[in-house]
């Protein structure tokens, strides 16, 4: 099984901020690799797919990279809406797992 | 717009049954696979069980194998989860979440609100 660990599991930044979030993979992934967005009390939201595509209504700030087993999203200016926690998620393995990593909160400093 | 919205969800005592569903609108929902993942309190995201657009795939998480069911209506646009012999450990918040493709093993590009289990005596 394919463990997804995220680093760090919380950070305090500012608004405006440039902010860069980890997560690894035990195995290889290529870049089988999804970032979600939870704000407390509301469902996931897809951010970022194949490592680095934003999904549909994305903001530009939101950007994805890696591949193999270590990969980042990057949040370049930090807007209020921001602050949430952030799950990475492989689809590599079969039969199909979806792995999560344990999540990475956002707050505010 | 897509929508999910699931249903279900109750207080159930150890040992019982729940049967939840996901109705959909605003996709082919036959040209997709679907899923069910999990959140316990205070905790992280947990998939649970995805069925392929046809039905005729479906897979599970180890813990919750020979336990729950997943299965889906293509002709009212619903998946559902029977989930028997429940556990303390299956409370949850259950969100149902659509698949990327028709087959299994993708990303989940919708998401419902979500339907809260609780096993409890």
């Known amino acids: 099984e394919i463990v997804m660990t995220q680093s760090p599991a919380t950070l305090s930044v500012s608004p405006g901020e440039r902010v860069t979030l980890s997560c690894r993979a035990s195995?290889?992934?290529?870049?089988?690799l999804a970032w979600y967005q939870q704000k407390s009390g509301q469902a996931p939201r897809l951010l970022i797919y194949?490592?680095?595509t934003r999904a549909t209504g994305v903001p530009v700030r939101f950007s994805g990279r890696g591949s193999g087993t270590d990969f980042t999203l990057t949040i370049s200016s930090l807007q209020s809406e921001d602050f949430a926690v952030y799950y990475c998620q492989q689809y590599n393995g079969w039969p199909p797992q979806y792995t999560f990593g344990q999540g990475t909160k956002l707050e505010i400093k | 717009e897509m929508q999910l919205l699931e249903s279900g969800g109750a207080l159930v005592q150890p040992g019982g049954s729940l049967r939840l569903s996901c109705e959909t609108s605003?996709?082919?929902?036959?040209?997709?696979?679907m899923s069910w993942v999990r959140q316990a309190p205070g905790l992280g995201l947990q998939w649970v069980s995805v069925?392929?657009?046809?039905?005729?795939?479906?897979y599970y998480r180890d813990s919750v194998k020979g336990r729950f069911t997943i299965s889906r209506d293509n002709s009212k646009n619903t998946v559902f989860l029977q989930m028997d012999s429940l556990r303390a450990d299956d409370t949850a918040v259950y969100y149902c979440?659509?698949?990327?493709?028709?087959?299994?093993?993708?990303?989940?590009?919708?998401w419902g609100q979500g339907t809260l289990v609780t096993v409890s005596s």
């Open positions: 979440a659509k698949d990327h493709e028709a087959v299994a093993g993708t990303f989940l590009d919708s």
């Open positions: 195995l290889s992934i290529s870049t089988n």
């Open positions: 194949g490592a680095s």
């Open positions: 069925i392929s657009n046809t039905g005729n795939s479906k």
């Open positions: 605003g996709f082919i929902f036959n040209n997709y696979a």
